[in-house]
């Protein structure tokens, strides 16, 4: 549950990183779309400012240019400068400062743009006033006839002018005399000076400022300068930028693949848990159907065969019993008395075989049942009768022993069909008459209800009496060595002072008004111990009905609100069945029990309707391990795995265990090396009438 | 840098070349809007009085310009400027003779909303065109809209304005080698480059391209008060400077100048040599570069022709 927690966590975690990832890729991507549109508009401009320089060259030196480039030119660089002072990196904050430079260019270029005008307008008059000048003083045959000094002056001033031009400086045509004055009185002459003089005015006059404005063109320093200056502060700021989206896609990543290698260590574990899982299933399910040491039947399959309908439309049960059983196990050993169970299974087996209509059951240590469909009684008795024969003609062999084994055989076909037949058993080590008996239901009944008016009238009175008293039996911390809590046991004390266990009382008591009342009594008594023995806790048992009963849970509940200020803890044993109907109910106890500092405690889990569901559905404290699994961990290796698993499964989800019916020191000790918390039984202690004051404990 | 070298060789083979370039015969347009922007051109709907249409002072079946000297519009005010031919107009570097208008679709918004012209304002211009189903219609067709704005209506006159160019004029053959110019206009060409003209007259539109100032070596004085250049730039620097205008169908363009003070093309040659290039040109010679001027008429725009 905690490990589907944690995967879900990192799932989620994984895939917003990856969502992150690939949203900052985007992101990523359209800056550095936005830095290239950038260098490429600044790039352009430069481009731009590049070709016009070029094209104002070519002009001053060509006389005869097409000068549409320069126009389209021109507009190139407006659009360019459009673009760059557009771009879209420029609507972020954190360029505001290469902004205000790039808003500064505008200032440049303004005024680049109405250079070239100015120069434009100059150009052509001057081109065309020296190419005026050149063919004038080539044409000078009138001055050649009348003034040579003249001419001679008109060639030096062109020479001068020519070179300014090339050179770009004015020194040539500074402070010189570069007017044509002539003497002569011919028309011709005068006119000829007249023409050279207009045109050498003019480009006196206009040479410096179209010499200052193509240096203008030329050289734009604080053009260049701002250039470069936005092309430094952008990669600075940039770089920054870069590197802080470096930082931002390495924590991205990281996390991804955290959570990548996470959500898969998580899964390998959820599997392996799942495996586990399943194996402690499948062994329980075994388990719930075979015995393990006979590998009959065992006795849950026979209740459930028992219960369906559709397996024996009339059955007839038989009771195998051995006869001091105990003797064997007392006298031989627990081992020669397991292998006889084993082989007196298969003698069993052998000699029933052939009535294919039929099942055989190990119903308890020493007692078999077999089920017949259809067969009459008299049948019955006849197989019954043989058998009997059959085993007292058989000698059971074991490690060399020979064993006689007689058995007790009941026989029974009125439902309640295994009660009847126990009933019937019963009867018949009464009797000693026979080996052999038949239920018989009449002087059942007549029997049965004379008991129970008895009991009945026992129960009334003891509770008069104040008889109805909890013994207490020792829970035991193995790891700690000592007692941390009790069970409290219903019993029934007779005038006598006989000692009466619930089996012989309580489901009697059930069927009357008297069950709420011993519940009641139970509850409060052990409360009141409890408060005695404060550094115990006390668990009382309840089952799934008085659970479902509301006049019993409002009853518990306000006998624990009435003692809550007490130091009292008690706890609650849920007695299993298959009574779980509305497990909502059972949710809302356990809350509720909870909030009074309660535990939860699920009793006999490993066997009758444990089930595994309930612990992820229930949030339960502690389960106690079947006494039919604790019992025989010492000799049988499926139940010793069956207890481990169990234990590890309860542990992986913080619930603790108890393991029931410790009864030898090899089983405490065998728990405590596996490191089992809690443990009890017999080895420890029976059922006290008071708790001990000395929790010490010696395993 | 790569760019840079791409741009000098292109010059430096284009200027092994001559200084004026002939009119593209392939041009670039889309007919469907330029055939209904030649009939918002026609329309004098478009003014307030529906008296003036863009024709009535762009005849662009003969020259594209106005023969008045300064054209009338609304109530028969006067305007303040020669009218400049809209033929080829797309290849000027800027429009209206001092270049407040960048590009064709500026242009196209002064005269319409001009007071002494159209005397229109956007408004009224989408009212007078919406309620017009033919031309809703229309403009449905081309432009795939309910309702037409402004911009969709320049859009449209603009396109028609693209489509008026003249090519095939003699001096573009002669240009592209299919034909020789006869002696006298071949001399024509030589004189205008020789005294200097074609500094400023060059280019696809042999000017067009530069801005230029009336009278650099003798003032050119004129009383009234014409729009030019320093009305845009308020430089003192930039009285009397106007756009070159283009040479391209010259014969057909007259009177002369901004001021229309020149009545003839002698007159114009006389009086821009005078004051422009400091020279007095021979009567012998203006009459050479007549003859070449006369070369540069160029054949009608197609779309006249088209419905």
Redesign the interface.
């Known amino acids: 549950m905690k490990i589907s927690k944690l995967l879900f966590i990192f799932i989620i975690t994984g895939i917003l990183s990856f969502i992150a990832i690939i949203n900052f890729y985007f992101i990523q991507k359209d800056f550095t779309q936005k830095h290239k549109e950038f260098l490429i508009n600044i790039n352009n401009l430069e481009n731009s400012y590049a070709d016009i320089t070029n094209l104002i060259l070519k002009n001053s030196i060509y006389v005869y240019i097409n000068q549409d480039n320069i126009a389209i030119t021109n507009k190139q660089l407006k659009q360019n400068f459009k673009k760059l002072q557009n771009s879209e990196i420029l609507r972020d904050s954190s360029y505001a400062d290469v902004k205000v430079n790039v808003d500064y260019l505008q200032k440049c270029m303004e005024e680049s743009l109405q250079n070239v005008e100015i120069f434009l307008r100059i150009n052509a008059s001057v081109k065309n006033s020296l190419l005026f000048l050149s063919r004038h003083v080539e044409d000078a045959k009138i001055l050649e006839d009348y003034d040579q000094k003249e001419l001679l002056k008109a060639r030096i001033i062109l020479k001068h002018f020519n070179d300014t031009k090339k050179l770009q400086d004015l020194i040539y045509v500074t402070n010189k005399d570069y007017l044509l004055k002539s003497e002569s009185t011919n028309k011709n002459v005068q006119r000829y000076i007249e023409d050279f003089n207009i045109h050498s005015n003019f480009l006196m006059a206009n040479y410096p400022s179209f010499i200052n404005i193509t240096k203008k063109i030329l050289e734009n320093k604080a053009r260049h300068q701002r250039i470069h200056m936005i092309k430094e502060e952008f990669s600075e700021i940039s770089l920054h930028d870069f590197k802080a989206l470096d930082k931002f896609a390495t924590f991205l990543f990281t996390l991804f693949f955290f959570s990548f290698l996470t959500i898969i260590i998580l899964l390998i574990k959820y599997q392996r848990e799942n495996r586990k899982l399943q194996e402690t299933y499948s062994s329980l399910e075994y388990s719930h159907t075979y015995d393990q040491l006979t590998e009959l039947y065992n006795r849950r399959k026979f209740e459930l065969d028992i219960e369906d309908q559709n397996k024996f439309k009339n059955p007839s049960l038989i009771i195998v019993n051995i006869n001091d059983f105990r003797y064997i196990n007392d006298i031989y050993g627990n081992d020669i008395g397991n292998i006889l169970l084993k082989e007196f299974s298969k003698f069993i087996e052998n000699q029933i075989e052939k009535f294919y209509e039929s099942s055989i059951y190990r119903l308890d240590g020493d007692e078999f049942g077999i089920i017949f469909n259809n067969l009459n009684q008299n049948r019955i008795l006849n197989i019954a009768n043989n058998l009997e024969q059959s085993i007292i003609n058989n000698s059971f062999i074991i490690n060399n022993i020979k064993l006689e084994v007689r058995v007790n055989i009941a026989i029974n076909n009125v439902k309640p069909i295994l009660e009847n037949a126990d009933l019937a058993l019963k009867q018949i080590k009464k009797s000693n008459k026979s080996n052999i008996g038949i239920f018989d239901e009449e002087q059942h009944l007549k029997q049965n209800v004379e008991e129970n008016m008895k009991m009945v009238q026992t129960i009334k009175e003891a509770l008069l009496d104040n008889r109805i008293i909890p013994f207490f039996q020792p829970i035991i911390n193995l790891q700690a060595s000592k007692i941390e809590k009790y069970e409290a046991l219903v019993r029934l004390r007779l005038n006598d002072g006989t000692i009466l266990q619930p089996f012989q009382f309580l489901e009697i008591a059930q069927k009357s008004s008297q069950y709420h009342e011993i519940t009641k009594i139970m509850i409060e008594k052990t409360i009141l111990v409890a408060i005695k023995y404060p550094k115990y806790r006390f668990s009382i048992n309840m089952s799934m009905q008085d659970i479902s009963d509301y006049k019993i849970t409002d009853m518990l509940f306000n006998l624990l609100e009435k003692y809550k200020d007490t130091n009292a803890k008690i706890d609650i044993e849920l007695l299993e069945s298959e009574h779980l109907n509305d497990i909502k109910v059972v949710k809302k106890f356990i809350k509720k029990l909870h909030t009074y500092g309660s535990y939860i405690l699920v009793d006999d889990f490993g066997t009758g309707y444990s089930n595994f569901s309930y612990f992820s559905e229930l949030d339960i404290d502690i389960v106690k391990i079947d006494g039919s699994i604790v019992k025989e961990i010492t000799n049988n290796k499926r139940k010793f795995h069956m207890l481990k698993s169990i234990k590890e499964f309860a542990n992986g989800m913080d619930i603790k265990t108890v393991s029931e019916f410790v009864e030898t020191k090899e089983i405490a000790q065998k728990l405590k090396s596996i490191g089992a918390t809690y443990a009890q039984g017999y080895y420890f202690s029976e059922p006290l009438e008071q708790p001990l004051d000395d929790d010490k404990v010696v395993i | 840098?790569l760019?840079?070298i791409i741009?000098?060789t292109l010059?430096i083979t284009?200027?092994a070349e001559?200084?004026?370039?002939p009119i593209p015969l392939e041009i670039d347009y889309n007919k469907e809007k330029a055939l209904l922007g030649k009939k918002l051109f026609f329309d004098p709907i478009l003014s307030k009085d529906k008296s003036t249409s863009c024709l009535s002072c762009h005849n662009v079946f003969d020259g594209g310009a106005d023969s008045r000297n300064v054209s009338v519009g609304f109530e028969k005010r006067k305007g303040n400027i020669q009218s400049p031919t809209v033929l080829n107009a797309k290849?000027n570097?800027v429009q209206f003779w001092n270049g407040r208008a960048e590009d064709l679709k500026e242009q196209a918004n002064g005269p319409l909303t001009n007071p002494n012209e159209h005397n229109m304002n956007p408004k009224i211009i989408e009212k007078v065109i919406n309620n017009s189903i033919s031309y809703k219609k229309e403009f449905n067709k081309v432009f795939h809209v309910n309702y037409v704005n402004y911009k969709l209506i320049l859009e449209a006159i603009v396109e028609f304005e693209k489509a008026l160019t003249t090519p095939n004029a003699r001096f573009d053959k002669y240009l592209r080698g299919e034909i020789n110019l006869t002696n006298i206009e071949e001399k024509g060409y030589k004189l205008f480059?020789?005294y200097?003209c074609?500094?400023?007259h060059?280019?696809?539109?042999i000017g067009g391209?530069?801005?230029?100032?009336m009278g650099?070596?003798t003032d050119y004085i004129n009383d009234n008060k014409y729009p030019d250049r320093s009305d845009i730039?308020h430089n003192v620097?930039d009285k009397n400077?106007f756009k070159v205008p283009t040479l391209r169908n010259i014969t057909k363009t007259a009177p002369y100048f901004h001021d229309a003070s020149a009545k003839t093309l002698e007159i114009a040659i006389h009086s821009m040599s005078k004051h422009?290039?400091?020279?007095i040109i021979p009567d012998e010679d203006i009459k050479y570069i007549i003859r070449f001027l006369e070369s540069l008429t160029g054949e009608q725009p197609k779309i006249l022709d088209e419905i």
């Open positions: 840098m760019k840079l741009l000098i010059f284009l200027n001559e200084p004026i370039s290849y570097f480059k020789h200097g074609i500094t400023c060059n280019g696809v539109n391209n530069s801005f230029q100032k650099i070596f730039t620097l400077v422009n290039l400091g020279i």
